[in-house]
Nanobody, 117 residues
Framework: QVQLAESGGGLVQPGGSLGLSCAAS????????MGWYRQAPGKQRELVAV???????TYADSVKGRFTIARDNAKNTVSLQMNNLKLADAAIYYC???????????WGQGTQVTVSS
């Protein structure tokens, strides 16, 4: 089995910053892609940012220039630094990992990010 454990999140005012971290554990050979998705109430889960094992990143247009994803392949971790947070960024953030065709994809349990004045 594979587990993704998230940490971070919380309450922040608009314009503030937060960091999220996620660590993968369990039995796997390789993590092809790691990253973050989010889901706000009444909305579908959407991609925030992902990074491949070779370091290629993809960001949602709405977070470009404000969020930074980073990955440590040796530690099987991925982090998300979120700056200049907006009200629209409030959501449950889920860590995501794609472990290849055999293992498939896994999700963390989610961590709440609240942006409020």
């Amino acid at each position: 089995q594979v587990q993704l454990a998230e940490s971070g999140g919380g309450l922040v005012q608009p314009g503030g910053s937060l960091g999220l971290s996620c660590a993968a554990s369990g039995r796997f050979f390789n993590i092809e892609t790691m990253g973050w998705y989010r889901q706000a109430p009444g909305k579908q889960r959407e991609l925030v940012a992902v990074v491949t094992g070779s370091g290629n990143t993809t960001y949602a247009d709405s977070v470009k220039g404000r969020f930074t994803i980073a990955r440590d392949n040796a530690k099987n971790t991925v982090s998300l630094q979120m700056n200049n947070l907006k009200l629209a960024d409030a959501a449950i953030y889920y860590c995501y990992g794609y472990f290849g065709a055999f293992r498939g994809r896994y999700w963390g349990q989610g961590t709440q990010v609240t942006v409020s004045s």
